[in-house]
């Protein structure tokens, strides 16, 4: 491979479901449902779906036209787009950007294969919500189980980077998006199916307008949004703030 050579996707569905899985992070799978739950159910749902439209966007097309035009990585893109500018340092903010959502998620997705395993070995069964509580925090309060599970997720994906584009992304994209979907479908049917789903439904359904205010506008709403664009994020704040 020569120096100018830039690897790319061997199909289009490998394409999409890698850009879905970059979208679909853990603010969606844990957060939004907390927030939802806590800021007027469908009113929630209707500023996000705006915030999506209106910012999300333009910042995930941007990013698409910008490394189309330059064919480039994310510290480089910018330089090459305009030479002789500031604008390298926003490339450069980018990648800072990624390594800071790096640092909370492979935390986060080490307590997920935390649970995996303890879901495996049928740990949960009988517990109540209270010893759910107690069995993370004596987790999370160990000195070396929850920097065990973030070396092995830090491996893992050091593994599927460096199989490179097609390889690596692409195959991993290919079998943990169909089994994400699956899950989600399995906890939709678990849901509907408890008690009180109904009145569950009812309050997704209806918004209550009552319970936006200014601080969920500005700090929980937007940052779910914005983790789902990590690298645009520095881009939206340049042309807002200049």
Known sequence: MSKNDRANFGSKIG?????????????NIWRFPYET???????????????????????????FLIGRHSRSNTARAYKKIAPNTQWKWIGRLSVLTGFLILGYYSVVAGWTLE???EALTNSFSGQSPAEFVQSFQDFSSSSWRPII?????????????????????????????????ILIVILVICSVSLPGAKAGISFLLKPDFSK???????????????????????LYLCFLFQ
């Open 15 to 27: 394409a999409i479901l890698a850009s879905a899985g970059s979208a679909v992070g853990l603010g």
């Open 37 to 63: 739950g806590n800021h007027g159910g469908a009113a929630f749902i209707l500023i996000y779906i705006g915030c999506v439209i209106f910012l999300g966007m333009p910042i995930m097309i941007s990013e």
């Open 115 to 117: 649970y995996i395993y």
């Open 149 to 181: 599970w973030l070396v092995l997720f830090l491996l893992a994906t050091h593994y599927i980077i460096v199989k490179g584009v097609v390889k690596g992304i692409e195959r991993s994209s290919k079998i943990l998006m169909p089994i994400l979907f």
């Open 212 to 234: 936006i205010d200014a601080n969920m506008l500005l700090s929980d709403g937007t940052s779910i949004l914005f983790t789902k664009s990590g690298y645009g994020l520095p």
